[in-house]
């Protein structure tokens, strides 16, 4: 069974440009949750896309957006990135209310 | 608001004993999951093990159990017989469950530093 796929694995980018990350949830989870990590915030959730709906969405600015598609699979996009957008994004697939949540291994974005 | 508090930054263990890490939550929901997750030094995240609010008995994978106390608002994990590959970051998390909506958003809180050492 596959499990989470996230691509690129890592990335740099400018101040300045925007960034397009992607994430294949595992066979049959319809549920695609996306997180933040930095040193000095911890793991942030920025949204969730559940059946190519937006189902909840974090504390962060409009420069951070999210779809999804019919096969589930999602992406994010960062525009007009800032220094401190470098983080590690992680992507989650579940089902709904399931009783296991699994991650990819995240993209290391780096901004300079 | 859901609020998850890891007080242990930093925690040894000696290769082949039990070690407790623990995790205390917050909310006002009467229906919750909860998670734990382990983050070696690559960067990704590996779930070890779930707890649902309602589920009568503490939860086991292997050599992970939870140690659950609904009064006291805590999750503990317990690693036994912890191996060389257990040093890694662990994440506490949550999930609200509502009667309606909810979705699958987890608050985390900020993670041990387990050292496993020979």
């Known amino acids: 069974k596959a499990g989470v796929t996230q691509t690129p694995r890592y990335l740099i980018k400018t101040r300045g440009q925007q960034v397009t990350l992607s994430c294949s949830p595992i066979?049959?989870?319809?549920?695609v949750s996306w997180y933040q990590q930095t040193p000095g915030q911890g793991l942030q959730f920025l949204f969730e896309y559940f059946s190519e709906t937006q189902r909840n969405k974090g504390n962060f600015p409009g420069r951070f957006s999210g779809r999804q598609f019919s096969n589930s699979r999602s992406e994010m996009n960062v525009s007009t990135l800032e220094l401190g957008d470098s983080a590690l994004y992680l992507c989650?697939?579940?089902?709904?209310?399931?009783?296991?949540?699994?991650f990819g291994q995240g993209t290391r974005l780096t901004v300079v | 608001a859901q609020k998850i508090t890891q007080t242990q930054p930093g925690m040894f263990v000696q290769e082949k004993e039990a070690v407790t890490l623990d995790c205390t939550y917050d909310?006002?929901?009467?229906?919750?999951?909860l998670f734990w997750y382990k983050q070696p030094s690559s960067g990704e995240m590996i779930f070890l093990i779930y707890?649902?609010?309602?589920?009568?008995q503490n939860a086991t994978e292997g050599r992970y159990s939870l140690n659950f106390q609904k009064a006291r608002k805590s999750a503990n994990l317990v690693i036994s017989a912890s191996q060389l590959g257990d040093s890694a970051m662990y994440f506490c998390a949550m999930r609200e469950e509502p009667f309606t909506g909810g979705g699958n958003k987890l608050t985390f809180g900020t993670g041990t530093q387990l050292k496993v050492e020979l």
């Open positions: 989650a697939s579940s089902r709904d209310r399931g009783t296991e949540a699994f």
């Open positions: 707890q649902g609010s309602y589920d009568q």
């Open positions: 909310t006002s929901d009467p229906s919750y999951g």
């Open positions: 066979s049959g989870h319809r549920s």
